[in-house]
């Protein structure tokens, strides 16, 4: 399985920024797409992630009614609207095999990172 993560950049606070990514290779039905993030001098923690069928979605709660993720066939896309400092982060995109076990980051695939910055 193969993950190309596009969409990040510089965007002000209180700006919005969408994230995509395109998986390829052997991909399941019952495989969760997602969305890792690591703050400077911080650990990789979970954003959100999406089953791909029947479509279940989870959300760190620090980012609940602000982000979006959803997917089209096996791109998944995150919106984020509302950032604000705190989400500067380098972005990385994951797939794994259970939906439920992607926030604990139990997850089989990375991509590569994209950068978020949010200026203030």
């Known amino acids: 399985v193969q993950l190309q993560a596009f969409g990040g950049g510089l965007v002000q606070a209180g700006g919005s920024l969408r994230l995509s990514c395109a998986a390829s290779g052997r991909i399941f039905s019952s495989y969760a797409l997602g969305w890792f993030r690591q703050p400077p001098g911080k650990e990789r923690e979970f954003v959100a992630g999406?089953?791909?069928?029947?479509?279940t979605t989870y959300y760190a709660d620090s980012v609940k009614g602000r982000f979006t993720i959803s997917r089209v066939n096996n791109t998944v896309y995150l919106q984020m609207n509302s950032l604000n400092a705190e989400d500067t982060a380098v972005f990385y995109c994951?797939?794994?095999?259970?939906?439920?076990?992607?926030?604990?980051?139990?997850?089989?695939?990375w991509g590569q990172g994209t950068q978020v910055t949010v200026s203030s």
């Open positions: 994951a797939a794994g095999a259970s939906i439920t076990a992607m926030p604990r980051g139990l997850v089989n695939y």
């Open positions: 999406i089953r791909l069928s029947p479509g």
